[in-house]
């Protein structure tokens, strides 16, 4: 069984700060990717910011200079860092991540998400 669990979100006052943290767990060969999405309530589900193996990053346009995602190899461990946060930025946040398991299956994972909510 594989699975990964996000934790760190909450209520924050606008221009706060927020670190999300996501642990990948179970019989893992190896990550190729890990990444976070973003809900918000009535609005489609988007991509926030990936991170694959080489540590080259992507961001989503509304984030870029605000957030920071960073990865613990050896913890499989992915977080997020959310400076300068807006009203805007509330949403169910989920942490996915893209691995071999041990058993050589390619799966794409994705969390329970956790709750950020900004206030203004």
């Known amino acids: 069984q594989v699975q990964v669990v996000e934790s760190g979100g909450g209520l924050v006052q606008a221009g706060g700060s927020l670190r999300l943290s996501c642990a990948a767990s179970g019989s893992i060969h190896s990550i190729t990717a890990m990444g976070w999405s973003r809900q918000a309530p009535g609005k489609q589900r988007e991509l926030v910011a990936t991170?694959?193996?080489?540590?080259?990053?992507k961001y989503a346009d509304s984030v870029k200079g605000r957030f920071t995602i960073a990865r613990d190899n050896a913890k499989n461990t992915v977080y997020l860092e959310m400076n300068s946060l807006k009203p805007e930025d509330t949403a169910v946040y989920y942490c996915n991540a893209d691995l071999i398991t041990a058993e050589y299956r390619v799966l794409e994972v994705w969390g329970q998400g956790t709750l950020v909510t900004v206030s203004s």
């Open positions: 991170i694959i193996g080489s540590g080259t990053t």
